[in-house]
């Protein structure tokens, strides 16, 4: 999962370098594994990527190289590394110099036969530096336009479509020009608008906020947009799906940020969680119980639960904000470890409430929630009150995720699942809950549907209905 930023402009204006980063900064919580960027003033080009946040990576030194060449177009991508190593190498965006030009690309999303795309490609004797989704797309894209289509990437992305299934929301960029396009399922969000005389894009709408950029729309499935220099802007519609289409529905469940819009309403994440909240409370209530987000994922859920049913919102755990992200750490026992670390029990709470219901937007592994409970337990130990005289029952606010990601998600193999390998009563035992449940496919799709037809969601997490091919992952 990644976020993807930037813009096109006609002249050059300073402010535009500082509202590049601002993009990036709001596309944090996308990817905190890499930054990078590609940029040009239609005549030269520049480029830098590496490990790191935004703030690390897009130092004073680099700035003012970019500031120096006055950039007409840039693209830059914050990176959650699904797909390759965490090294520059696998870093986006990717770039390649040819003898009729210079071309870059960053994308967000995942190819479910990425090894097959890597092989059928080296098979015809393209040379891939790295096993990163990005660069096979951007080589796909250049072998098509090139060997068949006469240099057209118009061309060349609508290949791409027709032959790759996948998420891919991506940016291309040549000298001059700036292409925007989305594959035909729509998996992954993609916006584009106007700040001053710039056309600009970014992954959500968050992005857009900072300087108050105009959202004009979301990038349609199949389509793609090319903006020049000259202030131009032409629409291709590249591929007319042949189906609804699959966005994410993990994306306003978890991952967007909640002052982003849900896909092209103009409704917020934030509400569409606290409303999964209501429809919990509405569907699993808890009697005379204190209501205990997760922070920060189960933030607004708890507040819609608490509110639906008039009960009080506590905040037990107090969460370390300087620990890396527990989820992706290899290894259970180092993830377990991290989570002890991440997250202290306010120990006061207990001995005034016995009875918590907790909330969080999902259950993966389990490991968050299995060690959470047994903090609360040690934590009423300590202070007196008993292991046993708490009450704690387990609220989510996705139904039980059955099936890996393919499509950009960093859900693990299904062998990791919890859900996809036991009952709920069985891992509520095993994370030692006294009740546990999960809000129902039919109450998500129930909220979903005041923000976009389900139909038009990806819901294979939940339902292993998978809408492409994929081949099994390994890693
Ligand atoms: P578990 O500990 O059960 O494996 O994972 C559940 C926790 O991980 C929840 O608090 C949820 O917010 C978070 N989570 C769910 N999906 C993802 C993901 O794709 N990436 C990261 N970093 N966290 C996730
Ligand atoms: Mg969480």
Redesign the pocket.
């Known amino acids: 999962?990644c976020g993807i930023l930037g813009y096109c402009a006609q002249e050059w204006d300073p402010s535009l370098a500082k509202f590049f980063g601002l993009q990036g900064f709001n596309l944090q919580h996308r990817g905190q594994e890499n930054f990078g960027c590609t940029y040009s003033n239609g005549k030269k080009f520049n480029h830098f990527k590496d490990k790191g946040l935004v703030s690390q990576v897009f130092t004073r030194e680099r700035r003012s190289e970019f500031d120096a060449i006055q950039p007409l177009i840039a693209i830059g991508q914050t990176r959650?590394a699904t797909a390759g190593g965490t090294d520059a190498i696998s870093a986006q965006p990717h770039w390649l110099t040819l003898l009729n030009g210079f071309y870059s690309n960053a994308t967000n999303g995942d190819l479910p036969l990425l090894q097959k795309e890597i092989e059928d490609l080296e098979a015809s004797g393209t040379i891939l530096l790295s096993g990163n989704d990005g660069e096979v797309i951007l080589k796909k894209i250049l072998q098509s336009a090139h060997n068949d289509n006469g240099g057209d990437l118009v061309a060349g992305l609508k290949h791409l479509m027709e032959t790759t299934p996948g998420a891919y929301s991506g940016c291309l960029m040549t000298l001059n020009e700036l292409y925007l396009y989305r594959d035909p399922h729509g998996f992954r969000p993609l916006y584009y608008g106007r700040w001053r005389n710039a056309f600009v894009f970014a992954s959500e709408t968050c992005a857009f906020h900072e300087r108050d950029a105009e959202i004009e729309r979301e990038v349609y499935p199949g389509e793609v947009i090319v903006f020049d220099t000259n202030g131009i802007k032409k629409h291709h519609q590249v591929v007319t799906p042949k189906h609804s289409p699959q966005k994410c529905i993990?994306e306003p469940i978890?991952?967007a940020r909640p002052d982003s819009q849900v896909y092209d309403t103009p409704k917020e994440v934030g509400s569409f969680r606290y409303q999964l909240g209501q429809q919990l409370a509405r569907e699993k209530p808890v009697e005379n119980a204190i209501v205990v987000p997760?922070p920060?994922?189960?933030r607004f859920s708890a507040v819609g639960y608490s509110t639906e049913l008039g009960l009080p919102l506590r905040e037990l755990f107090v969460r370390n904000p300087y620990i890396p992200?527990?989820?992706?750490i290899a290894g259970q026992a180092n993830?377990e470890d991290l989570?002890r670390l991440k997250f202290t029990v306010m120990r006061s709470l207990l001995e005034r409430y016995r009875k918590v219901v907790i909330i969080?937007?999902?259950?993966?592994?389990?490991?968050?929630?299995?060690?959470l409970i047994t903090m609360i337990r040690d934590a009423a130990e300590l202070c007196g009150v008993g292991k046993r005289e708490i009450e704690i029952h387990i609220r989510l606010a996705s139904p039980p995720?059955k099936g890996c990601?393919y499509y950009g998600?960093?859900?693990?193999e299904s062998k990791?699942l919890?859900a996809a390998n036991q009952s709920i009563e069985d891992i509520s035992k095993t994370i030692d809950a006294t009740s546990l449940a999960y809000i129902s496919l039919e109450g998500l799709d129930s909220v979903a549907a005041e923000f976009d037809d389900p139909a038009n969601f990806c819901h294979a997490c939940f339902t292993r209905a998978y809408p492409t091919p994929y081949q099994t992952r390994t890693r």
Do not use: H
């Open positions: 999962m959650y993990f978890y991952f997760v920060d994922s189960g992200r527990t989820f992706q993830r989570v969080d937007d999902s259950l993966v592994r389990s490991t968050t929630m299995r060690i995720i990601c998600i960093d859900t693990p990791e919890a």
